[in-house]
């Protein structure tokens, strides 16, 4: 007669939290989302077409291209009000963008079979961000024991983050996403005894092992800013 011996859910060592000690970040920057040719106005009414490449603090002056791939650098001043408003804004947009202006990291906590993530933003800059969300998508895989394949069991989220402030620090917890081994109730011909605590019982349904499931990191998407009506999107890659 078979006899499985289930440990118990309350055993100390489930509940031992386990947080890494190195606080990722994702460093690559993407900001191809303000470089596109934008009709502006010259302080003597004249249009030009230019694409902002970048912005220089020291110089106060922006990094433009014009539709025949000509690039110099031009003062905000040279432009008129309503497009002064927009380089503005193009900066605001900018530093959202740049880890080292919002800096995004964060740390892998596993308990008791569940991995959760604790997100940390840092606003360095000097402008507050409002109605900020924050979408997120953990990456799980499950090794499938029965078919020797793996699977894609990535978990969807979403946090309302609201105002992070100038100079401020923010954290924010995903939910729990399950990390273990998983099983499934088969049938067995002949009664097993099954002990838990200080009890027993017999039963004909028990459980087989049939994957491990495995987190691999997370993706974020932080919405931010508007430039132009248009919400700025920064994606965040955390491995492991």
Not at 21 to 48: G, H
Not at 155 to 183: C, M, N, W
């Amino acid at each position: 007669m078979k006899v499985i011996r289930y440990k118990k859910w309350v055993l100390p060592r489930l509940f031992m939290l386990m947080v890494s000690l190195i606080a990722f970040q994702a460093v690559a920057e993407d900001f191809s989302q303000l470089q596109k040719p934008r009709a502006f106005t010259l302080l003597d009414d004249k249009s030009v077409t230019l694409k902002i490449l970048d912005w220089n603090p020291q110089r106060k002056k922006f990094h433009v291209e014009n539709n025949n791939g000509k690039r110099v650098w031009v003062s905000p001043g040279t432009f008129i009000e309503a497009d002064q408003s927009y380089l503005k804004e193009w900066i605001s947009a900018h530093w959202f963008l740049s880890n080292n202006k919002l800096y995004v990291s964060a740390k892998r906590e596993a308990r008791g079979g569940y991995v959760s993530y604790n997100v940390s933003i840092y606003n360095k800059t000097s402008v507050d961000y409002a109605k900020v969300s924050m979408n997120y998508e953990v990456e799980r895989i499950w090794d499938n024991y029965e078919t020797g394949g793996e699977e894609n069991k990535n978990v969807p989220g979403k946090i309302f983050i609201g105002l992070i402030k100038a100079g401020s620090h923010r954290d924010f917890q995903t939910q729990p996403v399950r990390a273990s081994e998983t099983y499934k109730m088969i049938h067995s011909t002949e009664p097993v005894r099954v002990t838990s605590g200080v009890g027993y019982t017999y039963t004909n349904e028990v459980p087989r092992k049939t994957g491990k499931e495995k987190v691999n990191g997370i993706r974020l998407k932080l919405l931010g800013p508007k430039l132009d009506n248009v919400r700025i999107i920064r994606d965040v890659h955390i491995d492991k």
